[in-house]
């Protein structure tokens, strides 16, 4: 026997064991591993909200305040949405998937500053770890939206350091946003032109776009309610010369677009998987792509939708509410689009596919729902009841996170280099659909019959309702808790992933799974369109 004949092979170098040790995790500069570490660090904070949400609707299904005090609940809720909103679906898609398929998608080694990018994950762990801190010491009560004089003036609970970790995370935002932009004008391959770039990574360019102008506002703002709580400086407490409709302003003029920050990284998702498993190239590129660019520039003009009760003028509560119908336009085009690149397509029905039919669903409901706050003759009536909870987790839960969860299933195999067992995600992804609604769409009747949000005490007419919601919530609790198990599960026992397990377009298919630590060997050159899923199978292979 020769020497070749008896020696094992060697496994293939790639990014997971190109080196090993703590060590070589914590000052990497590779950008899918940065995106692992993302990954790990989000998926905590996602569990710590959810405990949060859980408590909330353990505390609604009596309706006597008996399981905790008001003070109690208010702390609840207003940390599950702190922790859910900015250490969660902020970051969520764009640091994780954003971070690890950009530069593949364009045929570059990595992001334009692999070393901030690092920083930006650092930055990100003081902030959740200063978040962490409050919450364990008596935590915050201010509900999410940090609305004063309460904050800055009446609150008794950690207003001050929830502030500082929400302001430090806001760099980790910015220097993300900077570095794809950077990336994506500078670094694209030959022959990948804009034209020929991937709806991903539109629509990240339109996230980034907003982060960047964004987020500085809402770092300045919570700034502001911190000198104002330390110094008693007249800057929205009224009784010393401020404005608090001031706040409402400023913070919603970065909270709508912040919006958008978590929704067009979801809309990047659908148009790179729907295609995929319609085996057609998307209806209307341009369009979907300049879509993505409208609701950048439209999202940052519709901001005091939230306040057509704080006390506006007329006139420009109705300028207002006509730019909010106007900025559906675009989300509208997209989900049109979708819709048209899956009619007469050889659709087929994998777990990612799954999570995306749910999305466009629920995101449509979220959406219409959405015209009813923008009309000034319905906004009063259903403003701070739970009709706004339930629209706003439409969009979020039923877009956002639904979005997530079809984007880690399709990149999985590419991140991983392993296959779960699809049939465990289906199970998964049908327990979300169904748990969703049957906690969601109760809440849009309870809006309407009158029942206030934030109240943890609530008359027994609403019981029946809220009873059906927290069942809803048990049931979504088990379709998130489903995927976490396989998908670690996989990581051993998996089936081995090739290199491009759904016959998928684009240049992350064509790079080794996982991939090597340059993605490339060779600096690819394109030279065919976007999504030409004329030359590719006509049905998805079947794995996992």
């Known amino acids: 026997m020769t020497n070749s004949q008896s020696m094992p092979a060697m496994p293939r170098e790639h990014y997971l064991n190109a080196k090993y040790g703590v060590k070589s995790w914590l000052l990497t500069t590779d950008h899918k591993r940065i995106a692992i570490l993302y990954l790990i660090s989000i998926t905590a904070m996602f569990f710590i909200g959810g405990f949060f949400a859980t408590m909330i609707r353990l505390e609604l299904l009596t309706p006597a305040g008996d399981l905790m005090t008001a003070d109690t609940y208010n702390k609840m809720f207003s940390m599950h949405g702190i922790v859910m909103v900015f250490f969660f679906l902020i970051p969520s898609i764009p640091a994780t998937l954003g971070n690890f398929l950009i530069p ?6 990595d992001l ?15 902030s959740a770890g200063l978040m962490i801190y409050v919450i364990l010491n008596g935590g915050v009560d201010t509900g ?3 609305y004063t004089p309460f904050s800055t003036t009446y609150s008794n609970s950690n207003v001050l350091l929830a502030g500082i970790a929400i302001f430090i ?3 980790s935002s910015i220097l993300t946003g900077l570095n794809f932009i950077v990336t994506l004008h500078r670094m694209r391959a030959p022959g990948m032109t804009w034209n020929r770039l991937p709806l991903f990574c ?11 102008l964004g987020t500085p506002v809402i770092a300045i703002t919570l700034a502001l309610v911190a000198i104002e709580r330390v110094w008693h400086i007249g800057i929205f407490d009224p009784k010393v010369g401020g404005d608090p409709v001031l706040f409402q302003h400023m913070f919603w003029f970065y909270s709508h677009p912040a919006v958008y920050i978590m929704i067009l990284p979801s809309m990047a998702v659908m148009s790179e998987v729907i295609t995929c498993f319609s085996r057609k190239r ?21 901001w005091a939708h939230h306040m057509f009760v704080a006390g506006m003028s007329v006139y420009a509560a109705l300028v207002f509410s006509l730019l909010s119908y106007f900025v559906a336009v675009p989300s509208a085009i997209k989900v049109f689009n979708w819709t048209a690149t899956m009619y007469k397509g050889n659709v087929s029905w994998q777990t990612p596919m799954l999570y995306a039919i749910g999305f466009i669903g629920l995101f449509t409901v979220g959406g219409m729902t959405g015209l009813f706050l923008a009309c000034l003759g319905i906004d009063p009536h259903v403003t701070d009841t739970y009709f706004v909870v339930a629209h706003f987790h439409f969009i979020m839960v039923g877009g956002a996170v639904m979005a997530y969860m079809a984007g880690i299933h399709f990149w999985w195999p590419k991140m991983t280099g392993r296959m779960y067992p699809d ?24 809006g309407y019959v009158g029942m206030p949000r934030r109240y943890f005490h609530y008359s027994p007419e609403f019981q029946v309702l809220n009873v059906l919601s927290s069942a809803g919530a048990s049931i979504l609790a088990i379709g998130y808790l489903l995927p976490l198990v396989y998908l670690l599960w996989s990581l051993r026992y998996g089936p081995v992933a ?10 992350e298919w064509k790079t080794a799974s996982p991939p090597p630590t340059f993605n490339f060997d060779e600096t690819p050159v394109v030279t065919w369109e976007a999504y030409d899923y004329e030359q590719m199978p006509k049905e998805v292979p079947v794995v996992g």
């Open 104 to 109: 593949m998608m364009i045929g570059a080694k």
């Open 112 to 126: 334009a500053f692999p070393r901030i990018n690092l920083l930006s994950w650092y930055i990100y762990i003081v």
């Open 144 to 146: 999410w939206t940090f």
């Open 169 to 171: 995370n806001g760099f």
């Open 202 to 212: 539109w629509s990240h360019y339109a996230t980034s776009v907003i982060q960047v």
């Open 282 to 302: 998307i209806f209307g590129y341009h369009f979907v792509a300049l879509a993505s660019i409208g609701i950048a520039v439209l999202g940052f003009l519709v």
């Open 423 to 446: 049939i465990w995600g289906k199970i998964a992804a049908g327990l979300v659909f169904v748990g969703f609604n049957l906690t969601f769409l109760p809440q849009f009747i309870l």
């Open 498 to 507: 090739g290199d491009n397990p759904w016959a998928a377009q684009g240049l």
